[in-house]
């Protein structure tokens, strides 16, 4: 039975995705501290996989995911979930709203709450922990008077009692996560695929826009676009891009091969099936079949085919 690690401990909307993104084998879950000690568990071949919080609707990207994908070896994504999030206050047994103090969670779930926080704890101190669950557990610990917590993090810490649920400011709010691992075979291309990449470009005029123009010009439907610092000197950017279709599609697969040339450097983060499974349209000419169509007459052009 594999190991996969994900963000615990148990009782995280990490946990909750990881479990989905594997639900249709036998895989033992494993519990990691942070995010990078999950990937870093992946790089050594301690755990076969990890399942990562990657972009949240309300919050926007997770930066400790993305910047952990584009450090040390080269990890890629082969499957996507996306699941609602909802948040619940949880708290010692006779610690009313009133008396609460401090409140601990993930920045994303306090990100989340933070309208709902004002009006009703707004003297408390908020603390960001590395995770929803590590904060009920330490709140069970008696570090904290309540957590900001999944639904499900109450099954796993029972001392805890409920103060509040739904409290998030933003109704039907979803994250999106991911399953990685080592290189290796991709995903078959289902057609209705995701590729995720992170590209450095030069701090030369229209690079951003010469880079979307490969992508545009082969009718290439781009679904995000995030830049997080280099970090080796000030306004140097890497571009995380996700675009509908697979490597092995031949647009998306001519795309990569531009962006490489264009690019001073690009990580293949993945070609996966996307969550929701939504074929894009494509624009006329920009088909599978056109560009086959197209190869072929080139071919034939070159061999003096030519009808
Ligand atoms: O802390 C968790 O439970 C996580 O899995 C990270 C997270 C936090 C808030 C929203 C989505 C994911």
């Not at 003297?123 to 709140?139: C, L, M, P, Q």
């Not at 996560?177 to 229209?206: M, N, Q, W, Y």
């Not at 279709?245 to 531009?258: S, Y």
């Amino acid at each position: 039975m594999p190991d996969i690690a994900y963000l615990g401990p148990p009782g995280t909307f990490t946990e909750q995705a990881t479990r989905l993104l594997t639900n249709d084998f036998d895989a033992a879950l494993v519990p990691c501290d942070t995010v990078p000690v999950a990937l870093a568990a992946v790089r050594s071949g301690e755990v076969l996989a990890a399942g990562v919080p990657v972009e949240n609707s309300v919050e926007g990207s997770v930066p400790a995911t993305l910047d952990a994908l584009t450090v040390d070896e080269p990890l890629v994504a082969v499957r996507e979930a996306v699941i609602p999030v909802q948040f619940d206050v949880l708290a010692r047994p006779g610690v009313t709203l009133e008396r609460v103090e401090t409140v601990a969670s993930h920045p994303h779930a306090l990100a989340q709450v933070r309208g709902w926080m004002g009006e009703h704890l707004p003297k408390a101190d908020v603390r960001a922990v590395s995770s929803t669950a590590a904060a009920a557990a330490a709140v069970a610990d008696g570090d904290f008077d309540a957590a900001i917590s999944a639904p499900v993090a109450g099954e796993h810490y029972p001392s805890l009692e409920r103060l509040a649920t739904g409290i998030a400011d933003v109704r039907d709010a979803v994250t999106r996560f991911l399953l990685v691992r080592k290189p290796g075979a991709l995903p078959e291309p289902t057609g209705a695929d995701r590729t995720s990449i992170c590209a450095v470009i030069s701090h030369e005029v229209g690079t951003l826009a010469d880079m979307l123009a490969e992508l545009s010009l082969r009718g290439i439907n781009l679904s995000r676009i995030e830049s997080r610092p280099v970090k080796d000197s000030f306004g140097h950017y890497r571009f995380f891009l996700d675009f509908d279709g697979h490597v092995a599609d031949a647009r998306i697969g001519e795309a990569l091969a531009a962006l490489q040339r264009r690019c001073d450097s690009v990580r293949f983060l993945g070609s996966y099936p996307k969550a929701d499974r939504a074929v894009a349209p494509v624009r006329t000419g920009s088909s599978e079949q056109a560009f086959r169509e197209s190869a072929e007459w080139l071919a034939a052009v070159r061999e003096g085919r030519l009808a």
